[in-house]
């Protein structure tokens, strides 16, 4: 049996005035295996939104639930970057509102159709057509997870 059950957008949240968040970036990079001596040498200074945001006009963020995206390393409770001034184009992971329904799934463009993929096995593509509720918000660029 296979599911047609998808990850979906729990929440919404736009992206406010862009405000620093600037933190203490040191030279030193911890060592996965081994303890790594101490380091107090700073790098520079690291504000959050330089890693996630491009665009703050057209960006926002949503969290997501749900597990048919795992394969592509979202998985649920994540927090999404979606930017909406990219192009979406076939390969672009999106969020998209189907029906009503804000999910989150891989593009893919052909001359015959257009599909939304799972990145998990067991789960059916949404074929959308010309008669279809579908909109592309836009083309998610980056996750945070909070472990």
């Not at 729990?10 to 933190?23: V, Y």
């Not at 911890?30 to 945001?53: M, R, T, V």
């Not at 001034?85 to 999910?103: L, R, T």
Request: charged fraction near 25%.
């Amino acid at each position: 049996m296979t599911n047609i059950s998808k990850t979906t957008v729990t929440a919404i949240h736009k992206n406010g005035q862009r405000s620093p968040l600037p933190h203490d970036l040191f030279v030193s990079r911890p060592a996965a295996g081994f303890p790594a001596p101490g380091d107090d040498e700073l790098e520079k200074s690291l504000d959050i939104n330089d890693l996630l945001i491009d665009n703050p006009t057209a960006t926002f963020f949503v969290r997501v639930e749900g597990d048919s995206m795992e394969g592509a390393r979202i998985f649920s409770g994540d927090i999404l970057v979606v930017d909406r001034s990219i192009n979406p184009e076939s390969g672009k992971i999106v969020v998209a509102a189907v029906y009503g329904e804000m999910v989150v799934k891989r593009l893919k463009i052909t001359r015959e159709q257009t599909l939304l993929l799972s990145e998990k096995e067991g789960y059916e593509p949404i074929v959308i057509s010309d008669n279809d509720e579908c909109f592309i918000w836009g083309v998610v660029v980056g996750s945070v997870r909070v472990l």
